[in-house]
């Protein structure tokens, strides 16, 4: 039975970690804050989808929809054999974390197939990336219209901790939904700066596991990466944080990938940030 984050169990699993944190290596060896990060930081920069929200599951309904229509339709047009998308695995590997058009081509590619660019403007039934990445998008509006949408409690109470200390904090999200999902939650009123799909396509930023969204982030808020950090669940988000240089990687584990998220550069790994928070 996982244990609650006020339980003496998760109490005292805070504190180590809290003092992993304190003795590990380079920038983490400063003096820890109450919010378990480096002494010195100015800015938390926060992904959305299961670091906030409680919309991984919405995601990763809506990519296997939208990929085994098209996979289904594929098989009956050329005779190839119908495999479904693997709403963990391949949710994992090839789309967590990255922008809809990423998503769709680095699953393709771990198929073998190619399909040509297109563009924003694309019909969602035309056979192009954009076309695919529309299809998802839908999807996900309709889920979030019928099922509205949850954060995270301790998450909720980290931002605020966070905002209560004095720190800036900015929502980085591969996601061009990332607006009414905040809404839907809530939780929009938390943060000072917002780096989505839409603004990163604006932009010309490249998508995680590039570091550019996270960095626009920090530079949107006045922070240089030193004295940022970076809170992410994707192996792809985590990647960036560390390629950014920022201060500390913050991962969050919900789906018990945690080994995984520290092969990626995460410096700390939490099943929930309420664990970073002093306990009484």
Known sequence: MKEHPDTPVAARAASHARKALQHAAGPLSYPQTA???PAGIRACLFDLDGVLTRTVEIHAVAWKSMFDTYLADRARRTGELFVAFDPVTD???YVDGRSREDGVRSFLASRGMTLPEGGRDDPPDTQTVFALARRKHEVVLRLIAENGVEAYPGSVRYVRASRAAGLKTAVVSASADCRAVLEAAGIADLFDVRIDGLVAAERHLRGKPAADTFLEGARAVG???????????ALAGVAAGRAGHFACVIGVDRVGHRQALLAHGADIV???LAELLDTP
């Open 270 to 272: 939490v099943a929930d």
């Open 91 to 93: 949710y994992g590997e």
């Open 223 to 233: 922070v240089p990466p030193r004295e940022a950090v970076v809170v992410e669940d």
């Open 35 to 37: 919010l378990g990060i």
